[in-house]
Nanobody, 127 residues
Framework: QGQLMESGGDSVQAGGSLRLSCEAP???????VAWFRQAPGKEREAVAT????????YIGDSFRGRFHISQDGNKNTIYLQMNDLKSEDTAMYYC?????????????????????WGQGTQVTVST
């Protein structure tokens, strides 16, 4: 298993879109991958999760309709598509992986569940 690596963060205007990527080299096809984010002064929160074995996806309630999680055919790249970005979306976005045969939805995805983390990619939304 290699190091998780996020990319795609950028500075955008409100209403814009971004797609974040998470590379997960050397991981098994069956795992739980999550996107978390953390804004300054706030707790790290789960945004979306995907169980790569089946492709089942889970989107946090406050993100449903704007954010979408998916994976490539090799199950080693996980995406977070973010649309209609708002200033409140400004945060460091992290990819996390947990080699397990299930995956919690974001409401139940605790930070401590995930032993593997990327370094984060910054998303800044201006108005």
């Amino acid at each position: 298993q290699g190091q998780l690596m996020e990319s795609g963060g950028d500075s955008v205007q409100a209403g814009g879109s971004l797609r974040l990527s998470c590379e997960a080299p050397g991981y098994p096809s069956d795992k739980c991958v999550a996107w978390f984010r953390q804004a300054p002064g706030k707790e790290r929160e789960a945004v979306a999760t995907i169980y790569t074995g089946s492709g089942a996806t889970y989107i946090g309630d406050s993100f449903r309709g704007r954010f979408h999680i998916s994976q490539d055919g090799n199950k080693n790249t996980i995406y977070l598509q973010m649309n209609d970005l708002k200033s409140e979306d400004t945060a460091m976005y992290y990819c996390a992986a947990w080699v397990v045969n299930w995956c919690p939805n974001p409401a139940n995805a605790r930070r401590s569940f995930f032993p593997n983390w990327g370094q984060g990619t910054q998303v800044t939304v201006s108005t």
